[in-house]
């Protein structure tokens, strides 16, 4: 995302993390991006109450930054594209948006991800769309399923209810990136369904609805949408990374926040 495909760091094919020369360490530039447009948006929604219902006093320049850093951010990471997509969505949803103006903003978004993948696929232009093209593909499809699929499988299907127990796993050996995009797979072969898998998947639960809360206490707007925004987008990622590793989902490569 933004500026990771001139000098990012290629991982598992994709260019998402920028590396800091002399200090050696990289980070992925799209997370700085979401921190950013989410305090933009929640800043814009609690100054904008009063004409919320207004095209272009309140909606165009909230709408013109959330698609521009969400094109930006595409072409190397979609899954990320659409969860700060969605997670803009639903905060604009909560602010009184209109709901008109949100499926409009969806529809844009549809539109333009089927025409880069559709002029990507038909010029055989090397980026990602071939990428999301086979794994929807491979997820649909179980005689295609992928090396990462499979193994993330037999980890669940091991761990069953009560688990391996803590350092006892053996798929990790096997599962690629086994501690970052399917480590929620490898939880639930060590500790099971019973202490693993259901208490996080309770834990973001308990942390939206903490949120909720919040929001319902606060006086002012600003740091209730913003409390919103960012857990929102914490719980989102973590949804989409626990049904990839239940196979719910097409990979994405969305670590567990």
């Known amino acids: 995302g933004l500026n990771s495909p001139f000098r990012g760091e290629d ?28 305090v933009y948006v929640a800043r814009l929604l609690s100054q904008k109450q009063n004409d919320i219902k207004d095209l272009k006093k309140a909606f165009l320049p909230i709408m013109v930054p959330v698609g521009i850093i969400c094109v930006l951010i595409m072409p190397e990471d979609l899954s990320t594209a659409l969860i700060l997509m969605a997670t803009c969505v639903i905060l604009m949803y909560i602010g009184r948006i209109k709901m008109s103006y949100l499926l409009l903003l969806c529809a844009a978004g549809i539109f333009v991800i089927s025409l880069y993948a559709g002029i990507s696929l038909l010029t055989q232009k090397e980026n990602r769309a071939p990428t999301w093209w086979s794994r929807v593909e491979s997820h649909f499809d179980k005689e295609t399923e992928s090396y990462q699929v499979e193994q993330a499988k037999i980890a669940i299907a091991s761990g069953g209810i ?36 259901i208490p ?9 609805y ?36 239940v196979n719910l989902l097409p ?3 969305q670590p567990l926040p």
Do not use: C, W
């Open 251 to 253: 990979v994405t490569g």
């Open 11 to 38: 991982v598992n094919q994709a260019t998402r993390r920028l590396q800091v020369p002399v200090l050696g360490f990289t980070f992925q530039t799209s997370d700085l991006a979401k921190l950013a447009l989410i």
């Open 162 to 197: 009560l688990g391996k127990f803590p350092g006892n796993s053996t798929q990790r050996n096997f599962l690629p990136y086994s501690y970052s995009d399917y480590i929620y797979a490898v939880i639930i072969e060590e500790y099971g369904l019973l202490l693993g898998g």
């Open 200 to 208: 996080i998947l309770l834990m973001y639960l308990i942390l939206l």
């Open 210 to 245: 903490r949120a909720g809360v919040l929001v319902r206490k606060s006086t002012r707007t600003f740091p209730a949408f913003l409390a919103v925004g960012l857990t929102l987008g914490l719980v989102l990622q973590a949804m989409v990374h626990m049904a990839v590793a």
